[in-house]
């Protein structure tokens, strides 16, 4: 039995309810100033966490993870210590954490990427942490320096949270997928240029060289990236009404764009080169996670299939699944 909460029900029934309550739903349209908005704030911070942190194949090394409070850098490396970032979209406030035993924070509210941008720089500062970004955004245009950026100042946190409550939703189901393939493949990780949560999964072979072309980011970046062959899927807050997962494979086999995806709601975008199902066809779903999961591994797949992949890296899910069970 719980205990009463004072609000006529259980601390169990209340704690139950929270789980309950996964897949909200965001129009995009309802929070595209705020979305740009903090937007840049993570890009900030990920250039922090870029600026000391060792390369990793595919940069692996900058991007940023769902945390049960938000969207944290993980630890960084700093001289003979460490330290790691959170933005806390709970309680609504940047964290910065040092091995040293101290922190420092940033409320989050209102305000210019210009503001954020020295706030952060400032909490920074005052635990003794140099962070020589290049203070300017990438694969955005216009690209506006972040000090000089005083017109992206819009927070809305209960948007905020909705966005990474569907993250949460999404790095969940992503990461069973992951869990499925033998070979190599990335975490499930958040992608502060493009904003998107993504996990790709790799067939051993090199890829051919990638063209770039991402605004306002270096070609040999985007070649870095797509060093070889894959099959990366995610979701980001585009695409959809509320967002959309999305599947693609670079190269693009011959006959990958015209397979079959028997999932309601799934197509191929030939705007965006990638299959799409829209977030909300999967929140609405009679069993949302089985939904995603069936579209992720069809798309896997259509990129198996079509560019003859080592059928071996694959591993049975219901195998799995008995496993965890036990």
């Not at 169990?12 to 309550?21: E, G, I, K, L, M």
């Not at 890009?43 to 922090?48: E, S």
């Not at 493009?194 to 072309?213: I, N, Q, V």
């Not at 929140?283 to 071996?312: I, K």
Request: glycine share 8%; with cysteine.
């Amino acid at each position: 039995m719980g205990e009463q909460d004072g609000r006529g029900g259980t601390t169990t029934d209340r704690w139950s309810d929270r789980w309950a309550d996964g897949w909200p739903a965001l129009r995009v349209a309802d929070w595209q100033d705020t979305q740009a908005t903090l937007h840049m704030w993570l890009q900030v911070v990920g250039k922090i966490r870029m600026a000391h942190a060792p390369l990793v194949n595919h940069w692996w090394q900058v991007p940023l993870y769902v945390t049960p409070r938000g969207l944290g850098t993980s630890p960084i490396p700093y001289r003979t210590g460490m330290f790691d970032i959170e933005v806390d979209v709970v309680d609504h406030r940047l964290v910065v954490r040092s091995s040293s035993g101290e922190d420092r924070t940033v409320p989050l509210g209102p305000q210019s990427v210009a503001a954020f941008h020295a706030h952060t720089m400032e909490a920074l500062a005052d635990l003794g942490i140099d962070a020589p970004i290049r203070p300017v955004p990438t694969e955005v245009d216009p690209a506006v320096p972040f000090a000089e950026d005083h017109q992206h100042a819009s927070y809305d946190p209960d948007a905020v949270t909705a966005f990474w409550r569907q993250l949460v939703q999404a790095e969940r189901v992503l990461t069973r997928f992951r869990a499925e393939f033998l070979g190599k493949v990335s975490p499930v990780h958040f992608f502060w240029g493009a904003m998107d949560l993504a996990c790709t999964r790799f067939s051993g072979r090199p890829a051919p060289l990638h063209p770039g072309g991402a605004p306002n980011c270096a070609d040999w970046v985007m070649q870095e990236g797509y060093s070889h062959e894959l099959s990366s899927c995610g979701f980001w807050p585009g695409g959809g009404e509320e967002g959309a997962f999305y599947s693609y494979a670079y190269p693009e086999p011959e006959g990958y764009r015209d397979t079959v995806i028997d999932v309601p709601g799934a197509f191929y975008s030939s705007e965006y080169r990638q299959f799409l199902l829209p977030y909300e066809a999967v929140r609405t779903a009679e069993d949302p996670d089985a939904a995603l999961l069936a579209f992720l591994r069809a798309t896997y797949a259509a990129a198996a299939t079509t560019g003859d992949w080592d059928p071996g890296l694959l591993l049975d899910p219901d195998r799995l699944e008995a496993h965890r069970r036990h």
